[in-house]
Structures are given as structure tokens and as C-alpha cells.
């Protein structure tokens, strides 16, 4: 992987920050800085299992949503520094624990650190790797994993340029995401389970908002186009949650209505996705890590 730390371009906002002196754009700095690891319990059935997923919870994100649920994590630079023998060391320690997977949780900003920690722990490693990622991937990225990851766990978060501009500053996000889905596609390949636990292929979250049912409904329709409903489980999520009042977009100021998460569940179930979907009572804090935690 070609990765210059005075300037870099390692996402798709190429803002060529010098981490060697200040975080990125994303919030990363000059090295692996992770919140939490811990046995989760809150991602899709297969992916959590009985035990747990095993989740490293890495600080940062290239794309910065305004309704961001990690947001306390995301938005700015914290968590413990890591190398990539420590990181190693963290994967064993959830595998030991009894976690189903991997599960490494926006973890594109640091993957010049996190592709070795993953070299170095693979030949111990019996369990899945789970990438889970906000969608907003490059190419160039995506490959430098193949190989080193089995399942790949993307939102894909809007299908019009405008949203994705008012709440992410991404009017290139729905171009960027659709061409990261279909890499993720071809490295994986189509859905294996064993035991109701997932070995291998694509989940692909969509997180319905507030007010915006009709580009949900949009945006299935164009998955279902382009990939047809077999080559990934669909998770459709509810649990969309106000974490903060929002003065200049008041549509994202209160939970989803019955009839805006169901009108979108039912054009996923008449189109024939499988997976997964959530109850409205998800939508509720319980649902995000106390990050507040210290230690790895």
C-alpha cells in the first residue's frame, strides 16, 4: 500500500493532511488510535452471534455525518494509541474471549497500520474478519485488503448527491459507495453461513432517515438493479436516533415515524431482499458503546 503520512490521500477526500503533525480530516493522526474492543452484542444476529462480535472500535471517520450515533468518537481525535504488534495483540484477546469475528469498525484511516496488525494475527486466527465501514471507500483501499478480510459490513447511506452534501459535505458519496460495493462483491462473493453465524460475504446497512422514506425506497430499487438481491444480506435499520439538536437541519431532530420505516420495509420485502430489520424500539441510545470506558 502506497501511503505518504505528510500527505495524505488514503480516502476519498484526498485532503492531503500531514499526520505526522495534526490529525487528517478524518481525525486520524500518525498511527492507530482505537476507543474500545469489546465483545458487541448489537450488530446483526450473524454477525454477533451468541458471544459477541469482537469490535475495535477505531477513532475518526472520513465522512463526519451530522446525525453521526459514535459521534463521540468520531468527531474528534481520542482513544488509546496503538501499534500494530498491540493491535495484533487486541485481536487474539477478543478471539480468546469467544467473539464470533473480528469486527473492525471504521478502520479505513488507519489502514497502513491496520493491514500489518491483521498480517501478523491471521496465521492465529481461526474467526472471520468483518470490515465495517461507512461506505465511503476507495478502490485502491478495498484492494489492499483482498484477502485479509471476509466479510465486509458497509452503510451504504444515501443515493442522492444533494443529501449526501447537506449532511456529509459528500455530494460524491453515492458514486464512491456503489463502486466500493460492487469490490466488496467481487472479493467475497455471495453470503455463507454456518450454524447462523456469517463466514463470508456482503451485509449492506441502510439506516433510514427522518423524512427522507422516498430516497430510501429509491435507493433499494437501485440495489436491487445493480446487484440483484441475492449477492448480499440487507440490514435495514430503524434505530435512527436524534443525538443532538440540529438548528440548521430540523428534519433530523426526531425518531422515525411507523409509517416512514415500513412504507421503506415493505418495498425491501416486495423487491425480495433477505436479512435483516430492526424494531423502532432500537431506536435508543442503549444501542451505542459507552465509549466513556477507558482501556483496550
Not at 498511527?31 to 448489537?42: D, E, F
Not at 491496520?114 to 491471521?122: H, R
Not at 471507500?137 to 444515501?158: F, H, N, T
Not at 415500513?262 to 458503546?289: D, K
Request: aromatic share 8%.
Amino acid at each position: 500500500m502506497q501511503f505518504d503520512p505528510r500527505h495524505c490521500m488514503l480516502c476519498p477526500r484526498r485532503c492531503g493532511a500531514d499526520r505526522t503533525v495534526s490529525p487528517g480530516r478524518c481525525g486520524g493522526g500518525n498511527g492507530i488510535h482505537a476507543a474500545r474492543a469489546m465483545l458487541h452484542q448489537w450488530e446483526e444476529p450473524c454477525i454477533s452471534g451468541k458471544n459477541g462480535s469482537g469490535a475495535v472500535f477505531f477513532t475518526g471517520c472520513p465522512l463526519h455525518c451530522r446525525f453521526c450515533q459514535n459521534a463521540a468518537i468520531s468527531a474528534k481525535p481520542c482513544g488509546k494509541l496503538l501499534s500494530p504488534a498491540e493491535l495484533s495483540d487486541v485481536f487474539l484477546s477478543l478471539q480468546a474471549q469467544g467473539a464470533h469475528n473480528i469486527n473492525l469498525v471504521t478502520a479505513g484511516q488507519y489502514l497502513p497500520w491496520v493491514i500489518p496488525a491483521l498480517t501478523q494475527a491471521k496465521p492465529h486466527l481461526h474467526i472471520p474478519i468483518v470490515y465495517n465501514s461507512g461506505g465511503y471507500e476507495l478502490l485502491s483501499q478495498l484492494s489492499a485488503l483482498e484477502g485479509s478480510v471476509e466479510i465486509y459490513l458497509p452503510d451504504v447511506k444515501y443515493l442522492s448527491p444533494e443529501t449526501a452534501a447537506q449532511y456529509a459535505a459528500a455530494p460524491d458519496y453515492p458514486e464512491i459507495a456503489f463502486a466500493a460495493l460492487r469490490e466488496m462483491l467481487r472479493q467475497t462473493g455471495e453470503p455463507v453461513l454456518r450454524n447462523g453465524l456469517m463466514q463470508r460475504g456482503c451485509i449492506v446497512r441502510h439506516l433510514v432517515l427522518p423524512g427522507h422514506r422516498h430516497e430510501s425506497i429509491s435507493l433499494l430499487r437501485r440495489l436491487a438493479e445493480e446487484f440483484g438481491t441475492d449477492a448480499f444480506l440487507l440490514s435495514l435499520m430503524a434505530q435512527y436516533t436524534p443525538m443532538q439538536e440540529d438548528a440548521l437541519y430540523p428534519e433530523l431532530n426526531r425518531r422515525l415515524t411507523k409509517m416512514e420505516y415500513h412504507s421503506v420495509l415493505e418495498e425491501a420485502q416486495a423487491l425480495g431482499f433477505s436479512g435483516f430489520s430492526q424494531e423502532l424500539s432500537s431506536a435508543r441510545t442503549a444501542y451505542t458503546p459507552d465509549f466513556s470506558l477507558q482501556g483496550l
